[in-house]
């Protein structure tokens, strides 16, 4: 199996070892200290020692400090659909994306809760250019997608993730996790992409894709913040697609907005896993013979679970209300919630920037305005 040794997290085997040669660095014990307190750095040292698998780094360690994450920095995670999954059985989770290590860390604390399998979760290999980073991540389960390729190389690359995904999926029963499309959701309009759909295919030797698509089953899964962490972080990129200009991140910004996601106040959070999908692929099959077609109406079939099952804030109706001059939703907050919201706009930027107030608002509006098409669909 080595041909994803350039992509894929440790092997158990290699788990020890990897935690050894950590246990003296700056950002572990930072971690560590954050997650456990009141513990010596010996003792916890001396549980890391003791670690030989991935299940047990991610219960014993990350699951304690995703809870404390929870804990301080938010109010609270409920979740809706899992009781609907199957234990012993992987899954392909396509998500909404909001915040670069919170969205698969939340998950798979609840696939832990339910007695589900966890997954293993794609990440862009420019979140890990740092050691540490890299050895966290593949401690984490997570396989790397190579960004900033050129053509050729890309379609090497797509290949080789999509048999690796395949891989975990058929042969060694683990779920997966992936975003619906490439990087975060800047502006809360939430589409799957379908170059993601196109790559998962590309590991296919069905001559049927939906068959594929059948086998690996496909759950849409919807994360939303009642506040997004790093709301106001996301302002320059969105700033400069507006007015068409080229995007060039500072040095450090994904690693800031990495720390900013998980430290951030983020109050409520919802977490919504939807059905697998089945009877949708075989109705795209037998309407469409174009694979394209098909990709495309998978595309729209996922984005339909996931936004029709997105929780709403009042936060989102509050910005809903703001950006559009109404009270649509005026029953749906207080004034205090309001308020609150208001602060935090002029707090986070600069609010005589009129463009920018209608990014910030929009990040948050959005996702009513696409929930509300379905609810006036019926």
Not at 49 to 58: A, G, M, N, V, W
Not at 62 to 78: C, D, N, T
Request: aromatic letters at 10%; hydrophobic letters at 40%; charged letters at 25%.
């Amino acid at each position: 199996m080595q041909k994803f040794d350039s992509i894929r997290p440790f092997y158990d085997a290699e788990v020890n070892a990897a935690i050894c040669a950590s246990l003296n660095h700056p950002m572990l014990k930072a971690i560590m200290n954050f997650t456990f307190p009141d513990v010596a750095d010996d003792v916890w040292k001396e549980q890391l020692r003791k670690t030989h698998s991935i299940r047990d780094f991610q219960c014993n360690f990350i699951y304690q400090a995703i809870q404390k994450v929870l804990q301080k920095s938010s109010e609270g995670l409920s979740t809706s659909g899992f009781e609907k999954l199957e234990k012993n059985t992987s899954y392909l989770f396509i998500s909404n994306h909001r915040d670069i290590i919170l969205d698969t860390s939340l998950l798979n604390t609840c696939l832990f809760d339910y007695g589900l399998v966890m997954t293993a979760s794609a990440i862009g290999d420019n979140l890990v250019k740092r050691d540490f980073m890299n050895t966290l991540a593949k401690l984490n389960r997570n396989f790397l997608v190579q960004r900033g390729l050129s053509p050729r190389e890309l379609l090497q690359s797509s290949k080789l993730m999509s048999e690796y995904i395949g891989q975990l999926l058929l042969r060694e029963n683990r779920s997966v996790w992936i975003a619906q499309r490439e990087g975060r959701t800047k502006d809360g309009n939430d589409a799957t992409h379908s170059g993601v759909l196109k790559m998962l295919g590309m590991g296919s030797d069905e001559k049927d894709l939906m068959q594929y698509f059948k086998k690996l089953k496909v759950v849409p899964v919807s994360i939303s913040y009642e506040y997004d962490p790093t709301d106001a972080l996301k302002m320059p990129q969105l700033m400069a697609e507006a007015k068409d200009e080229i995007y060039v991140k500072e040095k450090n910004e994904d690693f800031v907005n990495l720390l900013s996601g998980i430290i951030g106040q983020k109050k409520r959070i919802h977490i919504h896993v939807g059905e697998v999908l089945d009877k949708e692929l075989d109705l795209i099959a037998a309407e469409n013979d174009n694979t394209n077609k098909q990709v495309q109406a998978l595309a729209q079939a996922i984005d339909d679970s996931i936004l029709q099952s997105y929780k709403l804030w009042p936060t989102n109706y509050i910005a809903y209300d703001l950006l559009y001059k109404t009270n649509t939703y005026s029953n749906h907050y207080t004034e205090n919630e309001k308020s609150l919201f208001e602060r935090r706009l002029e707090m986070k930027i600069d609010i005589s920037n009129e463009m920018m107030v209608e990014s910030f608002l929009n990040m948050y509006a959005n996702p009513v305005v696409n929930k509300s098409k379905y609810e006036n669909a019926h």
